[in-house]
């Protein structure tokens, strides 16, 4: 259960004067993965056990953020998933990246998306999507699609939703949960053992749950399966560190939800504006301890991480911040 921000610890700085040795170790590799739980407003996440969320909070920090832009400026954003997929994959809102829904999307590409970044800066790099939304990696990221950018990613375990021998619909969305399940799965796996470089990770099943029950036992209950999914990937996570790689983890969600019954969203309430995140890193900046970071930071800091600079005309296009470090102006 997070209730606060976790207090930033400071690092102690070499001694001055020290030269580093002509066989000293190099730098650690670094590599992130974002995982994205639909649909959960910050009231819930903070009232619900979530022991996963809490240990990955205890290395970095958890903090209340926002959604849909600025309420009624140029860059006000549906609290739709698509369109808050698209704010973290580019660190822009809607009146860039053009989604505003979740069907008959025409992406602006020329926004890019931090595969296309990561992808475009070396290539050699391994990126991967494990997702319960195959959209997500042929629509908003545009995997092979000419205007954004022709790039393929090197793994990806989603689609499942169209495989309906394995997966069978039901009107109750069970085949929904099954496949968050089998999605963690296949990314817990693959951090484990391969540990790619850039992954993103989708579970769908919370948002599920909360249209059809709104604020209730059956949200809370998908809320602590959720994130006995997010355990899974962080002990894969952990796993890898223990080889000395270098991970950024950062968890969060795309929108709340309405006041009255917890089932709808995509207008500007307070809820549905109001998100969280989770990430295991410090110091963390005061536009995270303040709670006044956005979805759309969430890109500059992954980058930040991986050490890798966009393009200059990228970089201008982006509305976020890093939320790691020093702390930077607010755009």
């Not at 990770?201 to 959720?226: F, I, K, P, W």
Request: glycine share 8%; aromatic share 6%.
């Amino acid at each position: 259960m997070i209730r606060s921000v976790v207090s930033i610890v400071l690092v102690a700085a070499l001694a001055a004067g020290c030269r580093p040795s002509p066989t000293s170790t190099p730098a650690p590799v670094r590599k992130a993965v974002f995982i994205l739980l639909d649909g959960i407003p910050a009231d819930v996440i903070e009232q619900v056990p979530t022991p996963a969320l809490d240990a990955i909070a205890a290395v970095g920090g958890y903090a209340r953020a926002h959604v849909g832009g600025e309420l009624g400026g140029l860059t006000e954003t549906p609290t739709v998933s698509a369109p808050g997929y698209m704010s973290l994959l580019t660190g822009t809102w809607a009146n860039k990246h053009n989604v505003r829904g979740n069907s008959n999307q025409s992406p602006n590409y020329d926004y890019w998306n931090l595969f296309r970044i990561v992808e475009t800066a070396d290539s050699t790099l391994v990126t991967a999507i494990f997702s319960t939304w195959l959209d997500n990696r042929t629509v908003l990221v545009g995997e092979g699609r000419r205007h954004a950018g022709t790039f393929r990613i090197d793994h990806a375990a989603d689609g499942f939703e169209h495989d309906t021998v394995a997966f069978p619909h039901d009107r109750a969305s069970a085949y929904i949960r099954a496949i968050d399940d089998h999605v963690t799965e296949r990314a817990a796996a693959y951090i484990a053992e391969r540990g790619p470089d850039l992954s993103w990770v989708y579970l769908q099943h919370t948002d599920d749950a909360g249209h059809a029950h709104g604020d209730s036992e059956a949200l809370h209950a998908a809320v602590r399966e959720a994130d006995q999914r997010v355990g899974r990937i962080w002990a894969a996570v952990r796993r890898r560190e223990r080889l000395g790689e270098q991970w950024m983890v950062v968890v969060t969600t795309d929108h709340g939800r309405d006041a009255r019954t917890g089932k709808g969203h995509g207008g500007q309430s307070a809820r549905e504006r109001t998100t969280w995140m989770v990430i295991n890193q410090r110091p963390l900046t005061r536009r995270f301890t303040t709670g006044a970071a956005a979805i759309v930071d969430i890109a500059p800091t992954i980058l930040q991480h991986l050490r890798i600079a966009p393009p200059a005309a990228v970089a201008q296009g982006m509305e976020g911040v890093s939320l790691v470090g020093e702390d930077q102006p607010r755009r």
